[in-house]
């Protein structure tokens, strides 16, 4: 009888990689919004457009642009409760 060999089951850490290489263009992203909206929103929309005609699965790189992107409101919101949003005095 032949002992088994079974090998310990691997781990893809190709998605967690993509996640993370997309958080800092959705702070950008925030960060354009938040110092000229239109140039937040133009960048956030030719992202996601890149990432739907690109190929492969779009939906991981852009949870990971969600992710930056809610980084950034959370700055956003510290920032503006604490008085130093953009434009003010």
């Known amino acids: 009888m032949k002992p088994s060999t079974t090998e310990p089951p691997t ?11 997309h958080i800092p263009v959705g702070i950008i992203t925030g960060a354009f919004t938040w110092l ?6 133009l960048f ?20 990971g642009w969600l992710w930056g992107l ?3 409101g959370a700055w956003w919101f510290f920032f503006a409760v604490i008085g130093s949003t953009p434009g003010a005095p």
């Open 11 to 21: 781990i893809n850490h190709q998605p967690l990689k993509r996640l993370l290489i």
């Open 70 to 72: 809610g980084v950034a």
């Open 44 to 63: 956030g929309v030719g992202f996601i457009a890149y990432e739907v005609t690109q190929g492969g699965d779009p939906h991981r790189d852009i949870k």
């Open 36 to 41: 000229n909206p239109a140039a937040g929103i």
